[in-house]
């Protein structure tokens, strides 16, 4: 296993159209157990593969919601392969939303407050689910970065300039 780097906005391999993967082999079992590494490293609850540079429709997500008796964080990795978003709900629900290719940067977006999926997990099974709550929001980010799509594309152009320019800032502090 292997801690890959992370893509940075505005880098413009974020902006690509990832393919759907064809099949769940070893080499994408490889890419799933390196890109876990590479979230948890982060820390991060999401991450897409092309954020790590792969062009694929490959997403993966732990929330960690949950807490053991010590109040640590209890694992629960999902993993989604073809993903695709269906019957988006009228109710919409606004998140403080991050991401781990626009470090350290958050902002409030609003996206419909429920979604249906499909896709398929690491193991090769199909599922067809309804989701709410941080998984919709969450799932509705990573499957954004399949097209290219960042969170900030949802905010206002003041406002992701804003944000842009402040990525530059650190970018040059940290070089310096
Ligand atoms: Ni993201």
């Known amino acids: 296993m292997a801690i890959l780097p992370i893509l940075e906005a505005p880098d413009p391999r974020l902006r690509a159209i990832s393919k759907p993967v064809d099949a769940v082999d070893s080499k994408l079992r490889a890419l799933i157990a390196d890109m876990f590494e590479t979230m948890y490293d982060a820390p991060g609850i999401g991450l897409a593969a092309i954020q790590v540079g792969v062009e694929k429709r490959l997403l993966l997500m732990d929330l960690q919601e949950t807490e053991d008796e010590e109040g640590k964080p209890i694992r629960n990795p999902r993993v989604f392969i073809n993903p695709e978003l269906y019957d988006p709900s009228e109710e919409h629900s606004v998140y403080s939303e991050g991401c781990l290719s626009v470090p350290e940067q958050f902002a409030d977006v609003e996206r419909p407050a429920t979604i249906h999926a499909r896709w398929t997990d690491g193991d090769g099974k199909a599922h067809d689910e309804k989701l709410e709550g941080l998984l919709a ?11 290219g799509i960042l969170f900030i594309d949802h905010l206002s152009r003041l406002k992701r300039e804003m944000i842009l320019k402040k990525l530059q800032k650190a970018k040059r502090a940290k070089a310096a």
């Open 137 to 147: 929001t969450c799932l509705q980010h990573e499957m954004d970065h399949l097209d």
